[in-house]
């Protein structure tokens, strides 16, 4: 209760602040795959429903939603993860493999495909640190579609995660027989799929795992009013997604990404080595297209990035903020450095000794 708490006082003020049209916090534990904290916004009081009449409930329909399961989206460049988890898994490339990227214009299957900055050659690491589109869409490409596509389902996408909530929805991930020849170049940064948040938080907490995908739950245990324990609910693997080494390559990569040099400096929290990932998705027109101005931006990381005691999503649908500020590392990373801030405390986590982010690097740990 105290975590939900802190993730609903914090997600009042991010749209006090931002004024989205939606906005959704999850908090996980990735070792077991519990959920610590879900909110979102707009919401209403459950205990207050039944005095409503039933326009209301019609008028306020979209207000009752659990849009962490039931709201899909491209989830932009979290979705690197994915994509670079893949090629590692694969012994394709090292970190410091280099990767040219083509500086800012990519020319492929008649299209430009275009990086925010340009950049010539880029470790692997860096274009996750520096969220190159191209740098992502040439390691999808090494993959093969096949392949790519397999670690996209492997992650969990494009079915349920099994969470005990009504109404949870699959997300949308075609076979590679139904891409276009631009596909392999647009998935790998989060267009062309539509995942759920839910999803999108289960996905990062196996990279935090070792690459053990957990099952999300809601409910430990069920007790009488004499405290005995009537039913239980011990934790699920679904299964090993990729190995320990590749999710420990990921997640250094993921630390660089919450430092002065990676987009998520804002996400930083103090004492403690942070890792994540930000996103930056232009909202779908339902007539086609994208709506131009719109994104949904997000930022998803966990700490303490050797041994993870939470993993934390921040997502808002259409933040009014500058144009030039409305990013996921701009916006979502502050609310989650609030929100780690916070937890942190509550759990008890003993600080870590500050340590320049440039000289972070983690050690691979043991997995049971």
Same mark, same amino acid.
């Given at each position: 209760?105290n975590?939900q708490?802190?993730?609903?006082?914090?997600?009042?003020?991010?749209?006090?602040?931002?004024? !989205?049209?939606?906005?959704?916090?999850?908090?996980?534990?990735?070792?077991?795959?519990?959920?610590?904290?879900?909110?979102?916004?707009?919401n209403?009081?459950?205990?207050?429903?039944?005095?409503?009449?039933a326009?209301?409930?019609?008028?306020?329909?979209?207000?009752?939603?659990?849009?962490?399961?039931?709201?899909?989206?491209?989830?932009?460049?979290?979705? &690197?993860?994915? *994509?670079?988890?893949?090629?590692?898994?694969?012994?394709?490339?090292?970190?410091?493999?280099?990767?040219?990227c083509?500086?800012?214009?990519?020319?492929?299957? =008649?299209?430009?495909?275009?990086?925010?900055?340009?950049?010539?050659?880029l470790?692997?690491?860096?274009?996750?640190? &520096?969220?190159?589109?191209?740098?992502?869409?040439?390691?999808?490409?090494?993959?093969?579609?096949?392949?790519?596509?397999g670690?996209?389902r492997?992650?969990?996408f494009?079915?349920r995660?099994?969470?005990?909530? !009504?109404?949870?929805?699959?997300?949308?991930?075609?076979?590679?027989?139904?891409?276009?020849k631009?596909?392999?170049?647009?998935?790998?940064? +989060?267009?062309?799929?539509?995942? *759920?948040?839910?999803?999108t938080?289960?996905?990062l907490?196996?990279?935090?795992?070792? +690459?053990?995908l957990?099952?999300?739950?809601?409910?430990?245990?069920? *007790?009488?009013?004499?405290?005995?324990?009537?039913?239980?609910?011990?934790?699920?693997?679904?299964?090993?997604?990729?190995?320990?080494?590749?999710?420990h390559?990921v *997640?250094?990569?993921?630390i =660089?990404?919450?430092?002065?040099?990676?987009?998520?400096?804002?996400?930083?929290?103090?004492?403690?080595?942070?890792?994540?990932?930000t996103?930056?998705?232009? &909202?779908?027109?339902?007539?086609?297209?994208?709506?131009?101005g719109?994104?949904?931006?997000?930022?998803?990381?966990?700490?303490?990035?050797?041994? !993870?005691?939470?993993?934390?999503?921040?997502?808002?649908?259409?933040?009014?903020?500058?144009?030039e500020?409305?990013?996921?590392?701009?916006?979502?990373a502050?609310?989650?450095?609030?929100?780690?801030?916070?937890?942190?405390?509550?759990?008890?986590?003993?600080?870590?000794?500050?340590?320049?982010a440039?000289?972070?690097?983690?050690t691979?740990?043991e997995?049971d």
């Open positions: 209760m975590l708490n802190i993730v609903e006082t914090e997600l009042d003020n991010a749209c006090q602040e931002f004024k !989205p049209k939606k906005a959704i916090v999850i908090l996980m534990r990735p070792q077991t795959g519990e959920i610590l904290a879900m909110a979102n916004r707009p209403f009081d459950p205990n207050d429903i039944r005095t409503k009449p326009s209301y409930i019609k008028e306020h329909e979209a207000d009752m939603r659990n849009c962490a399961i039931m709201d899909e989206m491209e989830p932009g460049s979290t979705f &690197k993860m994915v *994509t670079a988890a893949g090629a590692f898994n694969e012994h394709m490339v090292q970190p410091d493999s280099m990767i040219f083509e500086n800012g214009a990519f020319s492929y299957g =008649g299209r430009f495909l275009h990086d925010h900055h340009p950049y010539g050659d470790t692997v690491e860096d274009i996750l640190i &520096k969220s190159s589109n191209i740098g992502a869409a040439k390691l999808a490409m090494g993959l093969g579609e096949q392949r790519f596509y670690y996209i492997a992650f969990g494009g079915e995660t099994g969470v005990s909530l !009504p109404g949870e929805i699959p997300g949308l991930v075609y076979p590679p027989h139904r891409w276009s631009l596909s392999i170049t647009r998935i790998p940064m +989060g267009q062309e799929v539509a995942v *759920t948040p839910l999803q938080i289960v996905a907490s196996a990279i935090a795992n070792g +690459g053990k957990m099952m999300p739950q809601i409910v430990h245990d069920i *007790t009488d009013s004499d405290g005995n324990v009537i039913a239980s609910f011990p934790p699920v693997e679904i299964r090993q997604v990729v190995s320990p080494e590749a999710a390559e *997640t250094n990569a993921l =660089g990404v919450v430092s002065p040099r990676g987009t998520a400096a804002l996400a930083r929290v103090s004492g403690f080595v942070t890792a994540g990932k996103g930056t998705a232009e &909202k779908i027109d339902p007539k086609g297209g994208y709506m131009p719109k994104y949904i931006v997000s930022f998803c990381g966990f700490l303490p990035a050797d041994n !993870p005691a939470f993993v934390g999503l921040v997502m808002l649908d259409d933040a009014q903020t500058k144009p500020e409305d990013y996921g590392g701009t916006v979502a502050p609310v989650f450095s609030r929100i780690g801030e916070k937890v942190a405390r509550y759990m008890n986590l003993e600080p870590q000794p500050e340590v320049p440039s000289d972070v690097v983690i691979q740990r997995h």
